[in-house]
């Protein structure tokens, strides 16, 4: 089984992604049937160079989760707890070399041929771990931002991010642009990490495959230190070159110098190289870290908010888990038609829909960004280990 269900609140709560769930592994139980056939026919009429931000796709190629829950499942689904090992460095290199690991944790194998919902506007998806608790919101829909804060008062620690994907078909491929800024706080420090998100190519001909690839730069904003981290992938027809290779470098921005390299596997180990020793260690093993995830539980029915993701698309969920089409497009439809008359609704009232959560701006170069409004992050009723 890869659903918790409540029933009494119509709630689905799926098992995040991960490295190995057990006996049936993800593929099996998202991948639709011929679904290289079926993504081609889909693409049929899409231009090379067409932005795919209003791009609806039916059900079966939908797998049973919101993009908010995948966002939020990269910080709070984990079975090492990284993020608070961020705080133990003795020393400000040390803290970096421990946010580049927790970064590396935070990208998560994807599957080719299935996508998540895109998420209503103001929907939410609120999970606790432990201390850690986690809160998104889709703060628009057209263009698709979702804003995360996540707090944890006993580690002090705190974590904003806002992402905006803009995926783009290529011919053979699309390529999901993940844009926005990610922040990183150990507020005993003083320290704020200032981060981006690698790009998730979907590779459609001539060797279907999906990963991340890009660059990715981490910077400690008050003490100077930098990684520059380079996702990479396969070659065009499938040969040559590492999947899910990660390689870069930490330097020190004041004096240029370069203090660690670092190589591996995103989806296996992750190594660190001292430069002045040639001292190598393992800094990120993803199987100790993503493998063998569990869905979060439900703890307090009564508290979940209407807004939350695993309620609004719980039917479509469940239909999605048992394979009945018929009854996914039907909520897939119901979702749509609501969302649909929430907006002519707001218009009747000349009223301008402002998220709940963050607040979100535009600069005038286009680029967004979220603050949210609560210092701390509520405990949530739902959990996870």
């Not at 180990?269 to 093993?285: A, P």
């Amino acid at each position: 089984m890869v659903q918790e269900q409540e029933s009494e609140t119509n709630i689905v709560l799926t098992k995040p992604f991960s490295l190995g769930n057990g006996n049936e592994s993800d593929s099996e139980v998202y991948s639709a049937p011929n679904i290289l056939q079926r993504i081609l026919s889909l693409l049929t009429n899409v231009r090379p160079g067409s932005d795919l931000t209003r791009f609806q796709l039916p059900p079966q190629f939908n797998f049973p989760k919101s993009q908010l829950q995948c966002y939020g499942e990269s910080i709070y689904s984990s079975t090492s707890d990284l993020l608070s090992r961020c705080n133990t460095g003795q020393s400000p290199l040390e803290r970096l070399i421990f946010v580049v690991a927790w970064s590396i944790s935070t990208t998560r194998p994807a599957i080719f041929g299935v996508a998540p919902y895109n998420p209503t506007l103001g929907e939410t998806h609120h999970v606790s771990k432990g201390n850690l608790n986690v809160l998104l919101e889709q703060a628009s829909h057209h263009p698709p931002v979702s804003a995360l804060h996540a707090t944890d008062e006993k580690e002090n620690i705190e974590i904003i991010w806002c992402q905006y994907p803009v995926p783009k078909f290529n011919g053979t491929s699309v390529e999901a642009q993940v844009h926005g800024k990610r922040q990183l706080k150990l507020i005993n420090h003083g320290e704020t990490y200032e981060m981006n998100s690698p790009h998730l190519l979907i590779k459609i001909l001539p060797v279907p495959g999906i990963d991340w690839v890009g660059n990715v730069n981490i910077k400690c904003i008050e003490t100077g230190l930098v990684a520059e981290l380079c996702y990479t992938s396969q070659s065009f027809f499938g040969f040559g070159g590492s999947k899910r290779l990660i390689k870069g470098k930490i330097i020190d921005s004041s004096s240029l110098k370069i203090l660690h390299e670092v190589n591996g596997h995103w989806d296996s180990t992750v190594t660190l190289k001292e430069t002045r020793s040639g001292e190598i260690r393992v800094i990120y093993d993803a199987k100790e870290v993503i493998s063998g995830l569990q869905a979060p539980t439900l703890k307090d029915a009564e508290s979940v908010w209407l807004t939350e993701s695993a309620l609004i698309w719980s039917e479509l969920s469940q239909a999605i888990l048992s394979k009945d089409w018929e009854k996914a497009r039907e909520a897939k439809k119901a979702v749509e038609e609501r969302q649909r008359e929430l907006l002519r609704e707001r218009e009747s009232k000349g009223e301008t829909w402002v998220p709940k959560h963050f607040i979100l701006s535009q600069s005038k170069e286009g680029i967004w960004d979220c603050s949210p409004i609560q210092k701390w992050v509520p405990a949530s009723p739902i959990v996870t280990l």
